[in-house]
């Protein structure tokens, strides 16, 4: 915020921040708590988020080292970059709900 140009209500990140809780609120007090067995499905995807593409990685790195003779030169960081990958899908998975 300048003294020139100051922000609006519509563009301030505090009233924005304020209407996103008070809308997850609204909707927490209208559907009430998840139940036991949505919220175990949810992890169990969550697992599977970080999983896939850390066996995919792993997988396709142990391909291309029997393919071209290399030890473990690419499973390593296959599985690392699946593992990455992974971990920033869940995030914006989880920050998505």
């Known amino acids: 915020m ?4 100051p922000e609006t209500p ?3 990140p ?6 996103r809780h008070r809308a ?6 209208r559907e009430g708590d998840m139940s036991v067995g949505r919220r175990l499905a949810q992890i169990g995807v969550l697992g599977w ?4 593409p850390t066996l995919a990685g792993l997988f396709f790195g142990r391909w291309l080292d029997e393919r071209f003779d ?3 030169f ?4 296959l599985m690392l970059l699946g593992l990455c990958l992974g971990g920033w899908t869940a995030w914006k998975w989880m920050n998505a709900r």
């Open 14 to 19: 505090l009233v924005e921040e304020i209407r």
């Open 2 to 5: 300048t003294k020139d140009h």
């Open 74 to 77: 690419w499973s390593a960081p």
């Open 24 to 29: 997850q609120r609204d909707r927490w007090l």
């Open 10 to 12: 519509e563009t301030d």
């Open 70 to 72: 290399a030890g473990i």
């Open 49 to 52: 988020i970080f999983v896939v």
